[in-house]
């Protein structure tokens, strides 16, 4: 049997607190739905903080913590993958836009580091690019993700390279060349999301000749096309990711919970004949940071 690393993104940054109630806030709630995906068979929790008071973006290190504590004396094992994504939303001011307009949120290199150097999780994302994200900008310019490179390279975490478009691999190539990335290097194909990469077996294809050939690599599909997205993965030989932050419903007009989306990852996974790696076998695999210190 074929085994693949499943993840479990669990709450995400957008505003879907309103839309299910399952989507955990608190580092209580985000905690809790980790453990929960860990029992259902996920490898990794990828997970954001929210301000517990009104649900939306945090980027305070102490909820960070506070939920990786949680999990960790839960004695769940699941590897732990951070957002480095931080702040990087950009509204243009139409009067001035020079200046960030109403509902931008940004955040330097160093000030998106600091959870990621902070906690030292095994592992964390890294967006490989500027794109038009719906009507906003998510903004990461190429002399600042080179400098989050660096400083991720230093702390000894693991960067999942996160690409929404072609021309983020080209990028994430040109990060590896110049040596800001260590050992094998994790893509992610992040598919499917207004205005990047179309969700369709076409592009997969592609972005997978895009690779160095020592590169492993995963993708997701948001919305409706989570689940199918994990079959079309999976039979690529790539690994997959499921979970809130990306879909809110486990089938038309039913909400779902993080775990009830890992479960039924797991059995599209068993039909294909493959089963998510466990933690450790993942650390190993990748060699990732030990969450007890070192690598493994």
Same mark, same amino acid.
């Given at each position: 049997?074929?085994? +693949?690393?499943?993840?479990?993104?669990?709450?995400?940054a957008g505003?879907? +607190?309103?839309?299910?109630?399952? #989507?955990?806030?608190?580092?209580?709630e985000?905690?809790?739905s980790?453990?929960?995906?860990?029992?259902?068979?996920?490898?990794?929790a990828?997970?954001?903080?929210?301000d517990?008071?009104?649900?939306?973006?945090?980027?305070?290190?102490?909820?960070?913590?506070?939920?990786? $504590?949680l999990? $960790?004396?839960?004695?769940e094992?699941?590897?732990?993958?951070?957002?480095?994504?931080?702040?990087?939303?950009?509204i243009?001011?139409?009067?001035d836009?020079?200046?960030?307009?109403?509902?931008s949120?940004m955040?330097?290199?160093?000030e998106?580091h600091?959870?990621?150097?902070?906690?030292l999780p095994e592992?964390?994302t890294?967006?490989?690019g500027?794109?038009?994200?719906?009507d906003?900008?998510?903004?990461?310019p190429?002399?600042?993700?080179?400098e989050?490179? $660096?400083?991720?390279?230093?702390?000894? #975490?693991?960067p999942?390279?996160?690409?929404?478009?072609s021309?983020?691999?080209?990028?994430?190539? &040109?990060?590896?060349?110049?040596?800001?990335?260590?050992?094998?290097?994790m893509?992610q194909f992040?598919?499917?999301?207004?205005w990047?990469?179309?969700?369709d077996?076409?592009?997969?294809?592609y972005?997978?000749?895009?690779?160095?050939?020592?590169?492993?690599?995963?993708?997701?599909?948001?919305? $409706?096309m989570?689940?199918?997205?994990?079959?079309e993965?999976?039979?690529?030989g790539?690994?997959?990711?499921?979970?809130l932050?990306?879909n809110l419903?486990?089938s038309?007009?039913?909400k779902?919970?993080?775990?009830a989306?890992?479960?039924?990852a #797991?059995?599209?996974l068993?039909e294909?004949?493959i089963?998510?790696?466990?933690?450790?076998?993942?650390?190993?695999?990748?060699?990732?940071?030990?969450?007890?210190?070192? &690598?493994?």
């Amino acid at each position: 049997m074929n085994k +693949v690393m499943l993840t479990a993104a669990i709450t995400g940054a957008g505003d879907t +607190v309103e839309k299910n109630e399952n #989507v955990p806030v608190t580092p209580e709630e985000i905690a809790d739905s980790a453990i929960k995906c860990a029992r259902a068979g996920a490898t990794v929790a990828h997970i954001h903080a929210r301000d517990p008071e009104t649900g939306g973006i945090s980027h305070d290190t102490e909820l960070f913590r506070e939920a990786i $504590r949680l999990i $960790r004396e839960s004695g769940e094992d699941i590897i732990i993958n951070i957002t480095s994504g931080g702040g990087g939303d950009f509204i243009p001011n139409l009067q001035d836009p020079y200046t960030a307009g109403e509902g931008s949120d940004m955040q330097t290199p160093e000030e998106r580091h600091e959870p990621i150097g902070t906690l030292l999780p095994e592992m964390c994302t890294l967006d490989c690019g500027s794109t038009n994200f719906g009507d906003m900008v998510y903004l990461s310019p190429s002399d600042w993700l080179r400098e989050q490179a $660096r400083l991720v390279q230093e702390a000894g #975490v693991k960067p999942e390279l996160e690409c929404f478009d072609s021309g983020h691999i080209r990028f994430a190539r &040109q990060l590896i060349s110049e040596g800001l990335i260590d050992g094998e290097p994790m893509f992610q194909f992040c598919l499917g999301i207004p205005w990047g990469a179309d969700n369709d077996a076409e592009t997969i294809e592609y972005f997978k000749t895009r690779l160095p050939e020592n590169a492993h690599w995963s993708g997701f599909g948001i919305g $409706r096309m989570q689940l199918p997205t994990v079959e079309e993965i999976a039979k690529r030989g790539g690994s997959v990711r499921v979970g809130l932050e990306d879909n809110l419903y486990i089938s038309k007009g039913v909400k779902a919970t993080n775990e009830a989306l890992v479960e039924k990852a #797991v059995e599209i996974l068993k039909e294909l004949d493959i089963e998510p790696m466990t933690p450790q076998e993942a650390r190993e695999f990748y060699q990732l940071r030990d969450p007890k210190g070192g &690598q493994s």
